[in-house]
């Protein structure tokens, strides 16, 4: 994103988790980015301290009483998390890169090389597209 690079340290500072935790954290909040809708009353700051508490999606109990650190409003995230738990798990799923897709080619076939000019002006001719989308394309193939 922004062509910009951060490490561990990075991402707790400015989001509060480790990279392995950004999934559960976006469960939680929500990403309209990629149509994730979140929990009702999650914020960032306060599903980031539930998970360094917890550590996970699955560890946080649906009993308030079992949250054992100070939080406001910790009964009613607790609750909203009860009655949408599978939601939850869901949409950790949906924000979680997946790693074991078989590729049955190396990396250097998978290279991109360009975009097929004629193919591609073509498409853009059927669906109307004029202006910048038509020369975006930095490098052509014949």
């Known amino acids: ?3 910009k690079e951060i490490d561990e340290a990075a991402m707790r500072a400015r989001w509060g988790v480790s ?3 950004l999934p559960a954290l976006l469960a939680l909040t ?4 990629d149509g994730i809708p979140g929990l009702p009353g999650f914020g ?4 980031a301290a539930v ?3 917890f550590g996970s999606l699955a560890a946080i109990p649906d009993d308030p009483a079992k949250w054992d650190f100070a939080l ?5 995230l607790a609750a909203a998390l009860a009655a949408q738990r599978d939601d939850a798990v869901l949409y950790e799923r949906l924000a979680t890169l997946a790693t074991d897709a078989p590729i049955d080619q190396d990396l250097a076939a998978l290279e991109y090389r360009g975009t097929p000019k004629a193919q591609f002006l073509t498409w853009c001719d059927r669906i109307g ?3 910048s989308l038509r020369v975006r394309p930095r490098r052509w193939l014949p």
Do not use: S
């Open 19 to 21: 990279p392995a935790q």
């Open 129 to 131: 597209v004029e202006g």
């Open 44 to 47: 960032e700051k306060g599903a």
């Open 1 to 3: 994103m922004r062509k």
């Open 72 to 76: 406001r409003g910790k009964d009613r």
């Open 51 to 53: 998970l360094a508490h």
């Open 30 to 33: 929500g990403d309209t980015a």
